[in-house]
């Protein structure tokens, strides 16, 4: 079973950048995804990236955050620019469930990573 590590969580003022890293104990070629969950909120899907590394943002943070991948060290990012308040949340990954293109969600999540942002 991959076992998934998020880090680069933090403190940040509003407009300020953080660069999320998931590493993964297994390749990541796999489709995978980041999701967040604020306090007293469901948690929401924020980007995800076929295993062919197209990559689909949620609206709220396209233009802003950008994911992407590197297979050499089993590890993806998020790199968040231009942060809002409305960002401060916990920050999972997630890997696909299937070794298919399309992303689908699995029980895979890592412990997630704190983002707070305010000033």
């Known amino acids: 079973q991959v076992q998934l590590e998020e880090s680069g969580g933090g403190w940040v003022q509003p407009g300020g950048s953080l660069r999320l890293a998931c590493a993964a104990s297994d390749h990541v070629n796999y489709a995978m995804a980041w999701y967040r969950q604020a306090p007293g909120k469901q948690r929401e899907l924020v980007a995800s990236?076929?295993?062919?590394?197209?990559?689909n943002y949620a609206e709220s943070v396209k233009g802003r955050f950008s994911l992407s991948r590197d297979s050499a060290k089993n590890t993806i990012y998020l790199k968040m620019d231009r942060l809002k308040p409305e960002d401060t949340a916990v920050y999972y990954c997630?890997?696909?469930?299937?070794?298919?293109?399309?992303?689908?969600?699995?029980?895979?999540w890592g412990q997630g990573t704190q983002v707070t942002v305010s000033s």
């Open positions: 990236i076929t295993r062919g590394d197209t990559t």
């Open positions: 997630n890997r696909g469930q299937y070794p298919t293109n399309d992303y689908y969600i699995s029980n895979y």
